[in-house]
Structures are given as C-alpha cells and as structure tokens.
Nanobody, 120 residues
Framework: EVQLVESGGALVQPGGSLRLSCVVS????????MTWVRQAPGKGLEWVSS????????EYANSLNGRFTISRDNAKNTLYLQMNSLKPEDTAVYYC?????????????WGQGTQVTVSS
C-alpha cells in the first residue's frame, strides 16, 4: 500500500524557517511527480509547489514570492519543502501528494498532513 508520511510541522515565530519532509514507500518514487498542498484554517486546499520525478522541473505558487523551496532525494524516498521567512498566513496543514504519473496532475495519494503554525 502506498504510504506518504509527512513530518516537520511545528509552531514557529514569524520570520522563522521550517523544513517539511515526506517519506514515501511502496512505489518507485523517482517515477512520479510530487506536490505540496496546504489548507489554512477554514479555507480550501491551496496548491503550493510541485516537482517532477527526476527533480528537473519545479513550480511554485506565485503567492510564495520565492520563500519556499521544494526538493526531493530519490535515494531516500523523501520529498522536502524548505520554508523561509514564514508569515502567519502560512499557517496551515501541509499535505504531501503523489501524482498518478510524472505529470503534476491528477493526484493519486495524499499523506495525513503536518501542521505548521506561524505565530508570535
């Protein structure tokens, strides 16, 4: 069974940094695009960033203004999201999402999510 397990969420002060990780199993990680999606309290799902299987193509939501970096280590079956200059509006549950192929969409599997709270 495909598994996606996120970690790294925490309470952090505005301006701080966090690195989220998503360890996957039961599929050939390098063959699939991966995505981070977030959901803020009381709001809908928001796409954050996607990366192709080999890591050669990356895309980010314009609203991030270059503060986040997506990456992957295919040898470790792990997806990352480095988040810098965090703002209160970044508070959300962050989900790691596996695509059905090496195209970003459609999505196939979701992790359970990790909570990021940005507050002083």
């Amino acid at each position: 069974e495909v598994q996606l397990v996120e970690s790294g969420g925490a309470l952090v002060q505005p301006g701080g940094s966090l690195r989220l990780s998503c360890v996957v199993s039961e599929f050939t990680f390098s063959n699939y695009a991966m995505t981070w999606v977030r959901q803020a309290p009381g709001k809908g799902l928001e796409w954050v960033s996607s990366i192709t299987g080999g890591g050669g193509m990356l895309e980010y939501a314009n609203s991030l203004n270059g503060r986040f970096t997506i990456s992957r280590d295919n040898a470790k079956n792990t997806l990352y999201l480095q988040m810098n200059s965090l703002k209160p509006e970044d508070t959300a549950v962050y989900y790691c999402v596996k695509s059905r192929s090496n195209y970003y969409r459609p999505y196939a599997y979701w992790g359970q999510g990790t909570q990021v709270t940005v507050s002083s």
